[in-house]
């Protein structure tokens, strides 16, 4: 299991970036959130998920970040420079909090899913959680809980219930008009 941080200290190829933490409590959301804004980047990157060639990092870009109370996954939302939704990432995750110098953490179970705008998704890394399963960096119960938290995942977003989304959309659209959270 990989222990992460919202903040990517070692991101190499982002040379000048704002990071922002707030709280948000909603009808649909409570947990924390976090902004890395991308001020520079040595050069793009660039992913594909079989023919969709996605721009997720380049200078003006924003990783949004959505670290739901009680759940074992974390949303990553990709926002291009004009604040349009690249992609929805999400990693499945052992679990999340926040250390003491109040940034976001989240143990990854390796296992993602992507969800593009156009509503497709893409699962992601299975081979990586079976490889870590096998040398015994996570257990049965955790290879079992990423699993189980991906397919209740994808049920959801084929059956229209992952809400989710639609909050990661909200929270986007008011950073992006403000280029900060309001103390709403």
Known sequence: MEHKTADRPNWK???????EVTHKVTSCFKGHVTVIH?????????????????????TGYTWMQHF????KYTITTVLDHTGNVVQFYIDMCNDHG??????PWFDDLYLDIVILP????????????????KKGN??????????E???????MH???????????????KEWTQEKRFSNN
């Not at 991308?38 to 380049?58: F, G, M, N, R």
């Not at 219930?161 to 990661?168: G, N, S, V, W």
């Open 68 to 71: 739901p109370e009680g759940e």
């Open 13 to 19: 190829r982002v040379t000048d970036k704002h990071f």
């Open 138 to 147: 996570i257990n049965k119960d955790q290879m079992n809980l990423a699993h």
């Open 149 to 155: 938290t991906a397919k209740k995942i994808i049920s």
């Open 158 to 172: 084929k059956e229209g219930k992952f809400e989710q989304l639609e909050t990661c959309m909200e929270h986007a």
């Open 118 to 133: 156009d509503k497709e998704l893409f699962l992601l890394d299975d081979n990586e959680l079976m490889e870590a399963f």
């Open 38 to 58: 991308l001020k520079q980047v040595s050069d793009p990157l660039v992913v594909t998920y079989k023919e969709h060639e996605v721009c997720i990092a380049d």
């Open 98 to 103: 926040v250390d003491e110098n109040g940034v």
